[in-house]
Structure formats: C-alpha cells, structure tokens
C-alpha cells in the first residue's frame, strides 16, 4: 500500500501541473470507487471544477477546488494516478479527468480498493479528523507528542504506529524501517518506551519518511509516479524484505516476524527481543510518563 512518501511524491508531481487547471471530462468506470453514489453522478459534479491546490493528509490525496469542494481520494493497496497526453487504455483504469489543456489523469487500480469522495465545503477537516492523527513530519510534532500519542498503549509499538489514528502515513514499510533505526523491537509495549527511545523513535520516524520522499517512494509491485517511473526506495531498505541478509548496522542477519498480521523485519542485535521480554507489566501512570517526555 502506497505511504505517506509514496503519496507525498505523487503530490509533488501533480501539483504544478493541476493547479489552475478545470476538469473538463469526468469519466468514472468503476462503481466501486465513489460508491454508494453513482458513478456518472460524481464525474458530472466534478466537471467544470477548477484546482485551486493539491495537498495530503497523511495516505489521502487532497485535490481542492476553487468553489471550496474537495476530491479526497485514497490509493489504497494498488491505486496509483498518471498524467499525461494520449495515455493508452489500460484494463486497471477506472477513471480518467481531461484537462482543460487537454491532458489527462488517469486513475488505474489493479485490486479495485481505492476511493474517491466529494466533499462540501466544511467536510473535510472533520471527516479526517476522525480518521487520522498527526502528521509525523510537520514541524509541530515533537517526541513529546509522539509520547502523548504512545501513553497508555499495551499494544506492541509497531502496531501502535500502524494505527493511522497515531500517526499519520505510517505503513508496514516505513514503520519498520524507522524502528531498525531507533533501535527498538517491534514488539516492544508501546507504552514501555522511556524518554530517550522517543526521542530515538521520533528522529527514526522523521528520517525514514524523509528518505523515502528522497528517493521518491518504493516501488515494489504497482505503485509508479505520475508519469510511470518507479521509485527507488527499494533498493534502500535496511531491514524490510530483507530476511537473512545481514544488518547495515552490525551485520547480524535480519530477521522476519509477525506483528498486527504483518510481516516484520528487524535486526535481532540493533533491535534485540530482550526489550519486549523484560518490560515490566507495571507501568508508570498515564500522567507521569507525559510529564517525563
């Protein structure tokens, strides 16, 4: 699933070439995008809307019009969207916008999951709010944050971060890649981190998303950019997919386990099982551990 360096990439791209611009022609072919309403519905809508900015929050792409209208859409596990002129068909395509200087975005989903929602003017803040917490790469989230955002979970700390709720953007790929290098166990109790480890756990977070963007999102089996490139993220994994090769770090071979049902890799040395063995089931109060941070 496309994260948040993966999407903010896209949005990268997208944004100087939409700005400004109207959508012309609204094709939607799969009703499974924008349901429950009807397809020709929403791409009747959206014709005649000009873009006023391209943002993200978190995994959503935010298209925001001149009338005060939002198009949220999320790639989810194999959404991705080019632009171009004369794209070819493409059985995956499920929707494509003309342009009103007569380019297209075309949007292809091989797995049929991702989504597009209209939104009124005022929806947006809250229905992300709801679905979302902060974003780990604004300049207001701090480790003391991401310590406020850690209290009182017993939850392993990888799937703490997998909850979009406590970060936002945070998937399997990035998440394990930020432990490796704040050295933690990805089983580790989330509430067990002291104030030291968030600290190393908010600069892994920051550094790992960083790089991703860097290297403009890993492409591993449908994610592209807009204009069909791949990513090279990849190719800079320190420890996902990288099972029995061993550590940048200290050579140690990486080691693969489960964690919220998610394959996770980690460095049995840097990150040793210990840290989730010993932490003690008796923790410091909510309102202590936050005023240590």
Not at 61 to 73: A, D, M, N, T
Request: with cysteine; aromatic share 6%; net charge positive.
């Amino acid at each position: 699933m496309p994260e948040l360096p993966e999407v903010e990439t896209v949005r990268e791209r997208l944004a100087p070439v939409l700005t400004g611009r109207r959508f012309e022609r609204v094709e939607i072919h799969d009703p499974r995008l924008v349901r429950p309403y009807e397809p020709a519905e929403v791409a009747a809508e959206l014709e005649g809307e000009r873009v006023a900015a391209v943002e993200r929050r978190g995994k959503y792409l935010i298209f925001r019009f001149e009338s005060g209208r939002v198009l949220l859409i999320h790639l989810r596990m194999t959404g991705n969207l080019r632009h171009g002129r004369g794209l070819q068909d493409d059985p995956h395509r499920r929707a494509v916008v003309r342009l009103d200087d007569g380019s297209d975005v075309s949007y292809r989903d091989v797995r049929r999951f991702g989504t597009w929602l209209l939104l009124e003017p005022g929806e947006l803040e809250p229905y992300l709010a709801a679905k979302v917490g902060e974003e780990p790469l604004d300049v207001l989230f701090t480790a003391a944050r991401l310590g406020g955002r850690l209290a009182g979970r017993r939850a392993p700390v990888k799937a703490a971060l997998l909850d979009q709720r406590t970060l936002a953007g945070m998937g399997n790929i990035y998440v394990d890649e930020a432990l490796w290098r704040a050295r933690i166990h990805p089983l580790r109790p989330a509430e067990s981190l002291d104030r030291n480890e968030l600290r190393r756990l908010h600069r892994g977070i920051r550094a790992a998303l960083e790089h991703g963007i860097a290297r403009q999102g890993s492409t591993l089996r449908n994610y592209a950019l807009p204009d069909g490139a791949a990513g090279s993220m990849q190719d800079e994994f320190r420890v996902y997919g990288r099972g029995g090769e061993p550590c940048d770090r200290c050579g140690t071979p990486i080691a693969k386990t489960r964690v919220a049902g998610r394959g996770t890799w980690f460095c049995p040395s840097c990150q040793p099982a210990a840290q989730a063995a010993t932490s003690s089931p008796s923790r410091p109060s909510r309102s202590r551990r936050q005023s240590s941070v």
